[in-house]
């Protein structure tokens, strides 16, 4: 696990997503993924300092792990770039989910020191059952791809078609 943040690591988070699409792909389950990006976060580094921004992102972790099943995956995929793996949960049910995360996100007032800070999230989602190849690096790819549309569309929402 990431020490800061509480999140799997990436490379955990690879064994476990590969071992979720074996599993999807067996037993005829659906399987998204929900990969989501703190907006502007280099302006609270810059502004606040590093070890404010190292409490923002533990505080929207804990968040996010309190707003998911216990089954679900949160993985810190880069730097302020997360990712959750959701078992039997179709593409809709990872736009809600992640509609979800992102007006939970939006509404925390975090505490750093002497200041307050809020943040927001954008969202890409991507399902087994939108993605006609099954792989990880496909499924985390079209994930991504809708990450940086959402960016494109103004931050703070969710993408889950192209």
């Known amino acids: ?15 476990r997503l590969s071992a979720e699409i ?17 907006d502007h976060f280099k302006q609270v580094n810059d502004t606040y300092g590093h ?20 089954e679900d995956v949160l993985a810190r995929y880069g730097g302020e770039e997360f990712l959750v793996v959701v078992r ?3 593409l809709q049910g990872a736009e809600a989910l992640a509609e979800r995360l992102r007006c939970r996100i939006e509404k925390l007032r975090i ?5 307050s800070v809020r ?5 890409g989602c991507a399902s087994l059952v939108c993605c006609a ?8 790819g079209t994930a ?12 703070n929402c969710v993408v889950a078609e192209d």
């Open 88 to 90: 039997a949960v179709p």
């Open 1 to 15: 696990k990431d020490p800061l943040t509480g999140a799997y690591n990436r490379d955990y988070l690879q064994e």
């Open 119 to 123: 943040i927001t999230a954008s969202f």
């Open 111 to 115: 505490a750093t020191g002497a200041h």
């Open 144 to 155: 991504d791809r809708r990450l940086f549309a959402a960016k494109q569309r103004g931050r």
């Open 51 to 70: 070890p404010a921004g190292d409490v923002v992102l533990a505080a929207v972790c804990a968040a996010v792990r309190a707003s998911i099943r216990l």
């Open 133 to 140: 190849e099954m792989s990880a690096a496909h499924l985390v």
């Open 22 to 38: 074996a599993f999807a792909r067996r037993h005829g389950t659906a399987l998204s993924v929900v990969m989501f990006d703190l």
